[in-house]
């Protein structure tokens, strides 16, 4: 307990299979609504709805079913909190690549390490598949930029106008790259 008395939880850092992925489809979307709202450039713009975030995450499950996929999650044991995906890609002849994706934090939940955690997580799992090559892009600037360059990812370029942040603003993408051994 802390000195309020209120119990301090424990946040664990874990993957969810298809069924619990569908199970907490509402947790997931408040999840990428929160982000959207608060203006991370993650694919969405705004108005973005709760029928869209829910439709986002059932159209991941599939993947996470089939193993192409893996959705990481931090769950306080009260409910989830950040999330990640990794991608592996199918194609013949990158059988050694994964991307990431999705990297998200509530914002009560943010400066306590869990994105960092989450990106650990992904690394020994992409690794552990016999994936070498991770990839992934952010907006320039970002607090994920800064957590990636953090966590020894390398930039290997980026592009002006790439991506439109969620109120409409053209805004700069880097993309990063990490070889894992």
Not at 7 to 15: K, N, Y
Not at 54 to 76: C, K, M, Y
Not at 126 to 140: F, K, P, V, Y
Request: one cysteine or more; charged letters at 25%; aromatic letters at 6%.
């Amino acid at each position: 307990m802390n000195a309020s008395g209120a119990g301090i939880l424990q946040v664990s850092i874990r993957t969810l299979d298809a069924a619990e992925a569908e199970a907490r489809i509402a947790e997931l979307a408040d999840i990428l609504l929160e982000a959207v709202a608060l203006g991370a450039s993650v694919n969405f713009l705004a108005g973005f709805s709760r029928d869209g975030a829910r439709a986002f995450w059932r159209n991941q499950l599939p993947g996470i079913a089939s193993g192409e996929r893996r959705l990481f999650v931090a769950d306080n044991g009260e409910r989830l909190v950040a999330t990640a995906l990794l991608m592996f890609a199918q194609q013949p002849n990158q059988p050694h690549r994964a991307e990431v994706g999705k990297m998200l934090v509530l914002a009560s939940q943010r400066r306590q390490g869990l994105g960092r955690r989450l990106l650990e997580a992904v690394e020994q799992a992409a690794s552990e598949a016999g994936r070498t090559l991770l990839m992934l892009d952010t907006e320039t600037g970002s607090a994920g930029d800064r957590l990636y360059r953090s966590c020894g990812w390398t930039e290997y370029g980026r592009v002006p106008g790439h991506a439109l942040r969620p109120e409409g603003r053209l805004a700069e993408t880097t993309f990063f790259y990490k070889h894992l051994v």
